[in-house]
């Protein structure tokens, strides 16, 4: 099993940035690309960024040229670096990890973005 528990999260001025943290624990050895999800008020779940075992990134274009994803393999820690934060990045962010078998999620964290 792995945990994921997520950290970071709060309140901005639109302009502003954040950083959040994923941490892991547990058989972390299994996870292989990690990521970052995020679900704003009455609208889908959206994929915002993830990384593979090697460190290549994705972004969603939505957040391209803003955010930047990176992970610490020595502390099993991922990170998501929100900057020039708009309204509309106000969402529940959550990490998830790809496993063998399983995608384990985290239980996310508030961001919001004010104007």
């Known amino acids: 099993q792995v945990q994921l528990v997520e950290s970071g999260g709060g309140l901005a001025q639109a302009g502003g940035s954040l950083r959040l943290s994923c941490a892991a624990s547990?058989?972390?050895?299994?996870?292989?690309?990690m990521g970052w999800y995020r679900q704003a008020p009455g609208k889908q779940r959206e994929w915002v960024a993830s990384?593979?075992?090697?460190?290549?990134?994705n972004y969603a274009d939505s957040v391209k040229g803003r955010f930047t994803i990176s992970r610490d393999n020595a502390k099993n820690t991922m990170y998501l670096q929100m900057d020039s934060l708009k309204p509309e990045d106000t969402a529940v962010y959550s990490c998830?990890?790809?496993?063998?078998?399983?995608?384990?999620w985290g239980q996310g964290t508030q961001v919001s973005v004010s104007s």
């Open positions: 998830y990890g790809h496993g063998n078998l399983h995608v384990y």
């Open positions: 547990g058989s972390i050895f299994s996870i292989n690309d």
């Open positions: 990384i593979t075992s090697g460190g290549s990134t």
